[in-house]
């Protein structure tokens, strides 16, 4: 074989130390989730690229560059984000019916990048959405919910700006604004070859861009909140206001517009600079228009996405052994006594695994000890003739005699009877 085979490019394997963080910071979210109201929901990872294109926005990067799509004649493509999928189920099952509905959801989301670090063309979101309602509280409510996840997820260093695109009529005010800003040709041509086509089409997407002279020239644009309409202006200070009462560091950023076109007044991103370029932990903000653009009732909605590998990058690894016990053998022919206590542990509901090809007792004790075991139960022809065993406490390194009886009970009760 000339070669190995690798996972495809901008993906990766998760072994037992990463998938087994993974589904711990899974689990603590589902909890936190559950605390805050909000209920899981799974969705198909095949989705119609239309709600895409309608939702995102025909000159966003994810659907000009990014959609990975898997059949042409259906239409269908791999989901690139989750928040445009579930209003889409949010209006095909009439959850609009009801008052608010607040949903979550755990999964991977698929884009054609180039990978870097951080950056995968599979990738796993946390995210919630929040939907029927609008309220500062609400918006309020879903910031301080990232926050708490971030908090429990023991990431360190991040930090959180905020912004506010306006309604409609202001982000079409923002769009001529920084038209304006840039109508000289020496300014704009120095943005990158897409950023200038970007002028034309959608000159918002400019303020996404991470080209470094692109980011210099936005840096230096004088943009503030003009463009804001009384009521807009207002909500976004009541959600400033409600952050500091909530005792919620942020930036506010004016250059912060994310890069999906559904996005209405508040937007906000948790950063670290830990990450490089691609420095946002997590992300969201308001889409008052998208259940009305998909086809739905005018119905506001709010929501956020946390990027799970991103996560992973920025804390320690959880310590990971699902077994209790390891049954080390001293000869070959109590191999089949091993297994029969193997599974009278395992039908008493303790985590329990054994080595099927004999090897010395100093040989299973080292492996027992990569498992990373609390005990190991050691079989031999003396203590078996008195119906006994010995075990091992891994982490003490103590070890004594049992009987079968007291063993079981020990191991389930975490003490001598």
């Not at 698929?110 to 979101?125: C, N, W």
């Not at 079989?379 to 004594?400: F, H, I, P, T, Y």
Request: positive net charge.
């Amino acid at each position: 074989m000339s070669g190995r085979y690798r996972p495809p490019r901008g993906t990766k394997d998760f072994l037992s130390g990463e998938a087994y963080t993974s589904v711990f910071l899974e689990n603590k979210a589902r909890e936190i989730f559950y605390l805050y109201g909000y209920r899981e929901v799974r969705l198909p990872l095949i989705e119609s690229k239309d709600i895409f294109i309608r939702s995102l926005g025909e000159n966003t990067e994810v659907v000009e560059k990014q959609i990975f799509e898997i059949s042409s004649r259906e239409n269908l493509c791999l989901r690139p984000e989750a928040t445009a999928q579930i209003v889409r189920a949010y209006i095909g099952h009439s959850l609009y019916l009801q008052r608010l509905v607040k949903l979550f959801y755990i999964g991977p989301m698929f884009r054609g990048e180039r990978p870097q670090k951080g950056r995968f063309r599979q990738f796993h979101h946390i995210g919630a959405e929040a939907i029927g309602e609008k309220d500062p509280l609400l918006d309020t409510e879903l910031i301080g919910l990232a926050e708490k996840l971030l908090v429990s997820f023991e990431v360190k260093d991040f930090y959180l700006e905020i912004n506010s695109l306006g309604c409609e009529e202001d982000k079409n005010r923002f769009k001529s604004l920084l038209k304006k800003k840039l109508a000289d040709d020496r300014v704009r041509s120095l943005l990158c070859e897409n950023c200038q086509k970007r002028f034309f089409a959608n000159p918002l997407r400019i303020l996404d861009c991470k080209e470094a002279n692109c980011r210099k020239v936005v840096n230096s644009l004088d943009i503030g909140n003009s463009y804001l309409c009384k009521s807009c202006l207002s909500y976004f200070e009541q959600v400033c206001s409600l952050l500091d009462k909530r005792g919620i560091s942020y930036k506010v950023n004016p250059w912060l517009v994310r890069g999906l076109d559904y996005y209405t007044q508040i937007v906000f991103e948790f950063n670290s600079d830990n990450l490089g370029s691609q420095k946002a932990v997590g992300a969201g903000g308001r889409y008052d228009g998208l259940v009305r653009e998909l086809g739905g009732p005018d119905k506001a909605g709010c929501g956020f996405a946390l990027g799970l590998e991103r996560i992973l990058l920025l804390r320690k690894l959880e310590k990971f052994s699902s077994l209790k016990v390891f049954i080390a053998y001293t000869s070959s022919e109590l191999k089949n006594k091993a297994f029969e206590l193997l599974a009278k542990l395992r039908d008493e509901g303790i985590s329990s695994d054994m080595g099927f090809k004999f090897s010395s007792l100093k040989s299973q004790l080292r492996y027992a000890q990569k498992l990373g075991v609390e005990f190991v139960v050691i079989l031999g022809e003396e203590e078996l003739k008195n119906n006994q065993v010995s075990l091992r406490d891994m982490k003490a390194s103590s070890q004594e005699r049992f009987s079968l009886d007291r063993l079981i009970d020990f191991l389930k009760e975490g003490k001598k009877c």
